[in-house]
T-cell receptor
Framework: DGGITQSPKYLFRKEGQNVTLSCEQN?????MYWYRQDPGQGLRLIYY???????QKGDIAEGYSVSREKKESFPLTVTSAQKNPTAFYLC???????????????FGPGTRLTVL | AQSVTQLDSQVPVFEEAPVELRCNYS??????LFWYVQYPNQGLQLLLK??????LVKSINGFEAEFNKSQTSFHLRKPSVHISDTAEYFC???????????FGPGTSLSVIP
């Protein structure tokens, strides 16, 4: 089955530690995204990548870093510079309408990060 | 700049009653419109979308939304809700392909038995 996987589902880290969240997709999508969701709030875009080896900052990129070395993978690192990293992190991918897709985003199940 | 407004943050409704979740957007150009649903502790799933053509779009589980260009709205409706419809609903817009998706703040639908 095609889809997006995120691991782990729950992650606990001590304050000051960097942590990397995994996101893998087998949908052959060009574009991938990372969002942060806080309780009672909508989604805020952290980083996105429209093609391998290229990515752009979203609205709240400070304290985060990403890489896009393979089409299937878009890992997110939450660094110690992120002041309030406890949140639910969602990865998504999409295929543009102009490439036969429909611009709809396919989401992974999310990773809940808790910093102690 | 584009923006999406969902005026109702929480909507409680009794089972089998109708519901409307409101979504308004601002954009000076044509957009594609989406509704996503999120169940607790899960990712978002596409509920329905409007790309072009008929302004009334329907999902397989009884939801429908109507694109109204003059009112810049894309309200979501269901004539009779079930307990299983309890979830967070997000409206989203995208200007063109390769553009960022703009999500609304979400509406929490609670279906009361």
């Amino acid at each position: 089955d095609g889809g997006i996987t995120q691991s782990p589902k729950y992650l606990f880290r001590k304050e000051g530690q960097n942590v990397t969240l995994s996101c893998e997709q087998n949908l052959n999508h060009d574009a991938m995204y990372w969002y942060r969701q806080d309780p009672g709030q909508g989604l805020r875009l952290i980083y996105y990548s429209q093609i391998v080896n290229d990515f752009q900052k979203g609205d709240i990129a400070e304290g985060y870093s990403v890489s896009r070395e393979k089409k299937e993978s878009f890992p997110l690192t939450v660094t110690s510079a992120q002041k309030n990293p406890t949140a639910f992190y969602l990865c998504a991918s999409s295929s543009p309408l102009t490439s036969g897709g429909a611009d709809e985003q396919f989401f992974g199940p999310g990773t809940r990060l808790t910093v102690l | 700049a584009q923006s999406v407004t969902q005026l109702d943050s929480q909507v409680p409704v009794f089972e089998e009653a109708p519901v409307e979740l409101r979504c308004n957007y601002s954009s000076s150009v044509s957009v594609y419109l989406f509704w996503y649903v999120q169940y607790p502790n899960q990712g978002l799933q596409l509920l329905l979308k409007y790309l072009s053509g008929s302004t009334l779009v329907k999902s397989i589980n009884g939801f429908e939304a109507e694109f109204n260009k003059s009112q810049t709205s894309f309200h979501l409706r269901k004539p009779s809700v079930h307990i299983s419809d309890t979830a967070e609903y997000f409206c989203a817009v995208i200007k063109t392909s390769y553009d960022k998706v703009i999500f609304g703040p979400g509406t929490s639908l609670s279906v009361i038995p």
